[in-house]
């Protein structure tokens, strides 16, 4: 298929948008779910349900269509996520109850899993050998700062104009349905495979690589923890406890804690790979702490402090964490391992929300919300005793 020098031009920036757009849509019902119910008169604890299940079509997405794109190619598995984008937001746009707000948080979750994978080795294919760092800087940032740009926008819109709860999705599905008429222009950047065939993920780990590979899913089972309680909980605290109303401010607080994830990634380019590990959970760890005390004092400026530091801690060990795995794991298997990865943090981004959903509704918001940081900042602790064990294990062997 011929096409032309202009549309290959656009290929990187198309794909980097429509990646963007893609991570915004999964964040955008975050500053609403204040509105949901009032309007719907569901409990608090069912938010954390409906957010959890993003992470069901997340996983899902991982596990059936990981390796996809490297069978049929690039553009049907990046037009697919956008597809999935645009449900997820046309049911959220038309909902009138409860259980369409669970369909859209999975077809969401569906979109992310599909787009993330092949979005980033379309970037790759794109930059070329020779600029595969800049790809990857884009990538991180595209990732990041569309998922904090979601609560931002919905934030701003739901605030400052009519329909708080159909607007956004409106700005949304205009977005998608430009970007997919873009995706459509531009040239197929991968290969086909001849004989393409559909191979579902399993989820394991080799043996040899278990070592490596536990420590680094911990931490990324504590910093998604983090990211959850931010983008499912953290506007009922702000709200409850702190008597913040305002949804583009609590889009805001999100969108820096997201921001500072991006600018820990970044950092490790810095930092030797097992020391931006150690590093990283040690952060996340003080950042956790911080944000307990803004629960215990009812303190704003400290909870948007704590929240920015487990950002950086979090973004640093993941990075980090992922690197190590990809490295210590045999070239045939990164795949396999990766998404298995991946599948621990995606469950670390749900299953923590419900069970403080599940807390807060036994007890209360705030001892939830110190409960959750106790748990989380020892289990970041934990994973810095194992990598400072593994690290002296390595030097006197």
């Known amino acids: 298929m011929s096409t032309s020098r202009p549309a290959s031009r656009l290929a990187f920036p198309v794909v980097a948008l429509a990646f963007a757009v893609t991570m915004m849509g999964t964040t955008l019902p975050t500053p609403l779910y204040g509105l949901y119910r009032e309007e719907f008169g569901f409990s608090a604890f069912l938010v954390t349900v409906i957010f959890a299940a993003y992470a069901v079509g997340v996983i899902a997405a991982l596990l059936l269509f990981g390796a996809l794109s490297d069978q049929i190619g690039r553009k049907p598995v990046l037009l697919g996520g956008l597809a999935f984008s645009a449900l997820s937001a046309l049911v959220f746009l038309l909902a009138h109850g409860t259980a369409p707000l669970f369909v ?30 800049r790809a990857t800087l884009v990538s991180t940032l595209v990732n990041m700062g569309g998922l904090g740009a979601g ?8 605030e400052e104009f ?34 393409p065939r559909f ?30 309680l931010f983008t499912a909980v953290a506007p009922s605290v702000m709200t409850q406890l702190l008597g913040v109303h305002h949804r583009a401010l609590v889009g805001l607080v999100v969108f820096a804690v997201f ?35 803004a629960v215990t004092t009812t303190t704003m400026a400290l909870l948007v402090v704590g929240g920015m530091v487990a950002g950086v801690g979090q973004g640093l060990s993941f990075r980090a964490g992922l690197a190590s795995v990809t490295s210590a794991t045999p ?31 036994l007890t209360n918001l705030k001892t939830a919300g110190e409960v959750f940081s106790a748990v989380v900042a020892l289990l970041a602790l934990t994973t810095f005793a194992l990598l400072h064990r593994g690290a002296r294990g390595r030097a006197t062997a």
């Open 104 to 133: 859209g948080r999975v077809l969401s979750g569906l979109s992310a899993g599909i787009f993330t994978g092949a979005a980033t080795a379309t970037l790759l294919e794109l930059a070329g050998p020779r600029n595969h760092a």
């Open 151 to 158: 609560p931002l926008l919905a934030g701003l819109l739901s």
């Open 162 to 195: 009519g329909a708080p709860l159909r607007l956004v999705f409106v700005v949304d599905l205009v977005a998608i349905v430009i970007l997919g008429a873009l995706l459509l222009a531009i040239p197929e950047p991968g290969r086909r495979a001849e004989h």
């Open 199 to 228: 191979a579902p993920q399993r989820p394991d780990v080799p043996a040899e690589v278990r070592g490596v590979f536990v420590p680094a899913a911990l931490g990324a089972f504590a910093g998604f923890a983090v990211l959850g």
């Open 259 to 293: 921001l500072s994830s991006a600018a820990g990634q970044l950092a490790m380019d810095r930092v030797a790979v097992h020391l931006a590990q150690r590093i990283g959970v040690v952060t996340l760890a003080t950042g956790v702490v911080l944000i307990g005390l």
């Open 331 to 361: 070239a045939e298997r990164r795949g396999e391992v990766a998404s298995t990865f991946f599948v621990v943090a995606y469950v670390a981004i749900s299953l923590p929300v419900v069970g403080v959903g599940l807390l807060a509704a």
